[in-house]
């Protein structure tokens, strides 16, 4: 397993620290995005975070491992281009609605799991993440949430590198009367970053339609890891 894991190759931590086989052998090819690594280190997660990569998890042989990948696309945006839908627009006018903003995930992450089936989001995941606070002053957790009648509604957790904060998850109420909560607290959560003077913000996969509804565009590898060390640094 050393080698190749189903065409997926191991990235060592000590490549993670080589700025020469990062910037001659991982991204230029446009071949490979996925690697795998059974390092659950906290030191490991920031070092491929920085890098520019975003990981999940997955099990191969009944064995948990972290993937990292370093994605041939980034959705980013840029707050001049955030769209604030009518709906959303209804909601701000008639109601105050409070943004909380932590770095207590445990919460958060339980309301994702329960919202999404077969969640990558795995307990050494969390414990992984819990165990990064205080080790790196250039790299923060970030839980988000806002609430409906002392109750959690929507949010998501990610990570502060630098200038630019990154998703990793969220969920949102499939109450009724919570419909658009969930672009509700993407806005705020934008609206906040633009107002803490964020270069941007890393959605990570492009595939997902309401990322570009918000106002993301999709940048290729090569232009994102540009803006991303320029940010980071």
Not at 39 to 56: D, H, R, T
Not at 67 to 83: M, S
Not at 124 to 141: E, I, P
Not at 193 to 205: D, E, I, M, R
Request: proline letters at 3%; glycine letters at 6%; aromatic letters at 14%.
């Amino acid at each position: 397993m050393e080698n190749v894991l189903l065409g997926i190759h191991h990235l060592p931590f000590e490549y993670l620290q080589d700025p020469l086989v990062l910037n001659e052998l991982i991204y230029p090819n446009m071949y490979k995005n996925y690697y795998w690594s059974d390092n659950f280190s906290p030191e490991y997660y920031i070092a491929q975070a920085k890098a520019g990569f975003i990981a999940v998890t997955d099990y191969y042989e009944d064995q948990e491992l972290l993937l990292p990948e370093i994605q041939f696309t980034y959705a980013l945006l840029d707050f001049k281009d955030l769209h604030i839908s009518k709906k959303v627009k209804t909601i701000l006018a008639k109601k105050e609605v409070h943004l909380e903003i932590t770095q207590e995930l445990d919460e958060v992450v339980a309301h994702i799991n329960a919202s999404h089936k077969n969640c990558w989001l795995s307990p050494n995941y969390l414990q992984m993440l819990n165990a990064t606070k205080g080790l790196d002053d250039n790299f923060n957790l970030v839980s988000v949430a806002i609430r409906g009648k002392g109750q959690l509604i929507a949010g998501e957790i990610g990570y502060i590198i630098g200038e630019t904060y990154t998703s990793l998850s969220g969920f949102s109420s499939r109450e009724k009367a919570y419909r658009n909560y969930g672009t509700l607290q993407l806005v705020l959560l934008a609206q906040y970053l633009q107002t803490s003077g964020f270069a941007f913000w890393n959605l990570g996969q492009p595939y997902m339609s309401y990322k570009l509804a918000l106002g993301a565009k999709i940048y290729e590898r090569k232009t994102f890891l540009t803006r991303w060390f320029k940010a980071t640094h």
